[in-house]
């Protein structure tokens, strides 16, 4: 399974907002200082910067993928660096759901597992908040039957 | 035992009367001194005693005093209960089968004052958590022994089992490892120093100045290291890996050797002309004072230095079962790692995962599948371009982690679902074998299984023997 796509539409609102802020800052600083040539050059700047970052984004948020297995639970991620997890229920310490404003904005929410190993990362952001709920319980319910000790 | 210590009703007890001095000792005798200093004048020339300086040490004195009052714990069935607190009350339950680790230790005013302090170390516990601070030596030991036999599943009036001294340090060679690796760095310094002469004559003056500090220094690195780690001595028992170590203040510290997550020798560049090496154990615990969330490793000193000899036989009691043999990775993974190619090598068993990694000196990792807490493959960019991908075991702990360093993209991509399996099926058979579970004098369930003509079969010594006869 993978994230909701609310999540490349969150990620799609954050380059849009972000990059147009830019472009009127950088419009306006070049505009003033070197008339309106250059700040038509500084908008097709932050444009295609913004351009690049939505394409980086799409990829990444493509990457995100987990399955829910029997015994365990495996994540994968990445773009350049390709990450996969496979974290057993019975090794979970406990579960993070959390949700930042603009994630709140669009009803998202981050799913994280931890265990006892600091570098297990088994993180999935962008699940819509009834999926999240859910996965959460689920784990929660799995990690308890299965649990072993350290 | 430990009844002459007073504190009746319902079993409870408190810690020895001297305590508060022991734990307040060594700050109010500093601040004392410094008082007594600066009166008699040598301290700089403003005499007389001011109330000031009294307050300080009555008040840590006090609260010393305060805090062994408040203080009384006893041992309740399968859990340790410690009661703290003047005004906020702290009661802890430390169970018994979630102990990690015992720990013996004595600075040395509660050395000549007799005293111990219990540290009872569980998984994510903080590190004043299971601390009695102070008990008599014979009531801390008979406290370990029952703690430990409770562990193990067994009638908390087992006396503590014999104990098989495997190794100790000679302290000649302790010192010279230490000098050795204290030499690397000023080795560094002096090349440091050589630049700056030739480049400018006036910094050497500077440097000579300096000298007199570097030398100080490096000698309380060495001696720092040397007392602490001073008659180190490894002893196998029934109930763990016994270590002792210390010059002035000692620690005895105890391993159930089930609890070990992950073992590593370390073999340092300027070690190799001796073959001596390093072996350190990761328990979970708490690393000490850096308190962060979550689970972090302890790490242990098995042994600060040895020779390959002496580390192999302890490796087989701290892992107890067959070693799987190590390959290597293949050899494009040369235009990736240039500078670690030379060592990288991995192996698994369905038991034991095995990797060696390092630059310039040489870390063999052991995790044990039964310990795994998550299995992570990663792939760069480099690494796919060429093929390539590393695949992490993680055990509890901070760093501890066996790497499969820069193996073949379809061998690692197996080795994932490999591991991932054996290490489901290794937990499921350690969690049927384990003494807890068992919960009863059942001799040999933990036992190692028996290989022959193995010469540490002398070493490790019958689990649970010395119990049954006893």
Same mark, same amino acid.
């Given at each position: 399974?993978?994230?909701?796509?609310?999540?490349?539409?969150?990620?799609?609102?954050?380059?849009?907002?972000?990059?147009?802020?830019?472009?009127?800052?950088?419009?306006?600083?070049?505009?003033?200082?070197?008339?309106?040539?250059?700040?038509?050059?500084?908008?097709?700047?932050?444009?295609?910067?913004?351009?690049?970052?939505?394409?980086?984004?799409?990829?990444?948020?493509?990457?995100?993928?987990?399955?829910?297995?029997?015994?365990?639970?495996?994540?994968?991620?990445?773009?350049?660096?390709?990450?996969? =997890?496979?974290?057993?229920?019975?090794?979970?310490?406990?579960?993070?759901? =959390?949700?930042?404003?603009?994630?709140?904005?669009?009803?998202?929410?981050?799913?994280?597992?931890?265990?006892?190993?600091?570098? =297990?990362?088994?993180?999935?952001?962008?699940?819509?908040?009834?999926?999240?709920?859910?996965?959460?319980?689920?784990?929660?319910?799995?990690?308890?039957?299965?649990?072993?000790?350290? | 035992?430990?009844?002459?210590?007073?504190?009746?009703?319902?079993?409870?007890?408190?810690?020895?009367?001297?305590?508060?001095?022991?734990?307040?000792?060594?700050?109010?005798?500093? %601040?004392?001194?410094?008082?007594?200093?600066?009166?008699?004048?040598?301290?700089?020339?403003?005499?007389?005693?001011?109330?000031?300086?009294?307050?300080?040490?009555?008040?840590?004195?006090?609260?010393?005093?305060?805090?062994?009052?408040?203080?009384?714990?006893?041992?309740?069935?399968?859990?340790?209960?410690?009661?703290?607190?003047?005004?906020?009350?702290?009661?802890?339950?430390?169970?018994?089968?979630?102990?990690?680790?015992?720990?013996?230790?004595?600075?040395?005013?509660?050395?000549?004052?007799?005293?111990?302090?219990?540290?009872?170390?569980?998984?994510?516990?903080?590190?004043?958590?299971?601390?009695?601070?102070?008990?008599?030596?014979?009531?801390?030991?008979?406290?370990?022994?029952?703690?430990?036999?409770?562990?193990?599943?067994?009638?908390?009036?087992?006396?503590?089992?014999?104990?098989?001294?495997?190794?100790?340090?000679?302290?000649?060679?302790?010192?010279?490892?230490?000098?050795?690796?204290?030499?690397?760095?000023?080795?560094?310094?002096?090349?440091?120093?050589?630049?700056?002469?030739?480049?400018?004559?006036?910094?050497?003056?500077?440097?000579?100045?300096?000298?007199?500090?570097?030398?100080?220094?490096?000698?309380?690195?060495?001696?720092?290291? %040397?007392?602490?780690?001073?008659?180190?001595?490894?002893?196998?028992?029934?109930?763990?890996?016994?270590?002792?170590?210390?010059?002035?203040?000692?620690?005895?510290?105890?391993?159930?050797?089930?609890?070990?997550?992950?073992?590593?020798?370390?073999?340092?560049?300027?070690?190799?002309?001796?073959?001596?090496?390093?072996?350190?154990?990761?328990?979970?615990?708490?690393?000490?004072?850096?308190?962060?969330?979550?689970?972090?490793?302890?790490?242990?000193?098995?042994?600060?230095?040895?020779?390959?000899?002496?580390?192999?036989?302890?490796?087989?009691?701290?892992?107890?079962?067959?070693?799987?043999?190590?390959?290597?990775?293949?050899?494009?993974?040369?235009?990736?790692?240039?500078?670690?190619?030379?060592?990288?090598?991995?192996?698994?068993?369905?038991?034991?995962?095995?990797?060696?990694?390092?630059?310039?000196?040489?870390?063999?990792?052991?995790?044990?599948?039964?310990?795994?807490?998550?299995?992570?493959?990663?792939?760069?960019?480099?690494?796919?371009?060429?093929?390539?991908?590393?695949?992490?075991?993680?055990?509890?702990?901070?760093?501890?982690?066996?790497?499969?360093?820069?193996?073949?993209?379809?061998?690692?991509?197996?080795?994932?679902?490999?591991?991932?399996?054996?290490?489901?099926?290794?937990?499921?058979?350690?969690?049927?074998?384990?003494?807890?579970?068992?919960?009863?004098?059942?001799?040999?369930?933990?036992?190692?299984?028996?290989?022959?003509?193995?010469?540490?079969?002398?070493?490790?010594?019958?689990?649970?023997?010395?119990?049954?006869?006893?």
């Amino acid at each position: 399974m993978s994230p909701s796509p609310r999540l490349w539409r969150m990620r799609c609102a954050e380059v849009i907002a972000s990059g147009g802020v830019l472009a009127l800052a950088a419009g306006t600083a070049a505009g003033l200082t070197a008339g309106p040539g250059a700040a038509a050059a500084a908008v097709a700047v932050v444009i295609a910067g913004s351009l690049g970052a939505l394409s980086f984004a799409r990829n990444r948020f493509r990457s995100w993928a987990y399955t829910e297995r029997d015994e365990d639970l495996i994540v994968e991620r990445g773009v350049m660096i390709r990450r996969l =997890s496979v974290v057993p229920y019975g090794r979970m310490q406990f579960v993070d759901v =959390s949700a930042g404003p603009v994630d709140r904005m669009f009803r998202l929410a981050t799913v994280k597992l931890h265990t006892a190993a600091a570098a =297990s990362d088994a993180r999935i952001p962008g699940l819509e908040r009834e999926e999240a709920a859910r996965l959460r319980d689920r784990l929660a319910a799995l990690g308890e039957a299965k649990a072993a000790g350290l | 035992m430990t009844t002459g210590l007073g504190g009746g009703d319902g079993g409870w007890r408190r810690l020895h009367p001297l305590s508060p001095l022991v734990r307040s000792g060594r700050g109010v005798l500093a %601040v004392l001194a410094l008082a007594g200093l600066s009166t008699s004048g040598l301290g700089g020339g403003s005499a007389g005693l001011h109330w000031y300086d009294i307050v300080l040490p009555v008040a840590v004195a006090v609260a010393a005093v305060v805090n062994w009052f408040v203080t009384r714990w006893k041992v309740d069935g399968a859990t340790l209960r410690i009661e703290t607190g003047l005004l906020r009350r702290d009661s802890r339950q430390l169970p018994i089968a979630r102990i990690q680790a015992v720990d013996l230790v004595r600075p040395f005013l509660a050395r000549m004052l007799g005293l111990a302090e219990l540290r009872v170390r569980l998984a994510g516990s903080g590190d004043a958590d299971g601390r009695l601070a102070y008990l008599t030596e014979p009531a801390a030991v008979a406290l370990r022994a029952r703690l430990l036999a409770a562990h193990h599943g067994l009638d908390p009036a087992t006396p503590e089992p014999a104990e098989q001294i495997v190794t100790s340090v000679p302290v000649g060679r302790l010192v010279g490892s230490a000098a050795i690796s204290t030499v690397a760095v000023a080795a560094v310094v002096m090349a440091v120093a050589v630049v700056i002469a030739v480049v400018s004559p006036a910094g050497l003056v500077v440097l000579a100045g300096s000298v007199v500090w570097w030398l100080v220094i490096g000698a309380m690195v060495i001696w720092r290291h %040397v007392s602490t780690q001073y008659a180190f001595t490894v002893a196998a028992s029934p109930d763990g890996v016994r270590i002792r170590r210390g010059l002035l203040g000692t620690v005895a510290e105890t391993i159930p050797v089930q609890r070990v997550q992950a073992v590593r020798m370390i073999e340092p560049l300027l070690w190799r002309p001796f073959h001596w090496c390093r072996l350190e154990v990761d328990v979970a615990g708490h690393p000490g004072r850096d308190s962060a969330e979550g689970t972090h490793s302890v790490r242990k000193a098995l042994l600060p230095v040895g020779s390959p000899e002496e580390a192999r036989r302890l490796l087989r009691i701290a892992l107890p079962d067959a070693w799987p043999e190590p390959t290597r990775p293949p050899r494009r993974a040369r235009w990736k790692a240039p500078l670690s190619y030379h060592f990288l090598a991995a192996g698994h068993d369905g038991t034991l995962a095995l990797a060696v990694t390092g630059r310039v000196r040489r870390h063999t990792t052991w995790v044990p599948l039964a310990k795994t807490q998550s299995v992570r493959l990663v792939q760069g960019p480099l690494q796919r371009r060429l093929g390539l991908a590393t695949v992490h075991l993680d055990a509890a702990g901070r760093r501890a982690h066996a790497e499969f360093a820069e193996r073949g993209q379809d061998e690692a991509r197996s080795l994932v679902g490999d591991l991932a399996a054996l290490s489901r099926h290794a937990r499921k058979a350690a969690a049927l074998s384990a003494p807890v579970a068992t919960a009863g004098p059942a001799p040999g369930t933990t036992a190692p299984p028996p290989r022959d003509g193995d010469q540490a079969a002398s070493v490790a010594p019958p689990v649970n023997a010395a119990q049954s006869e006893a």
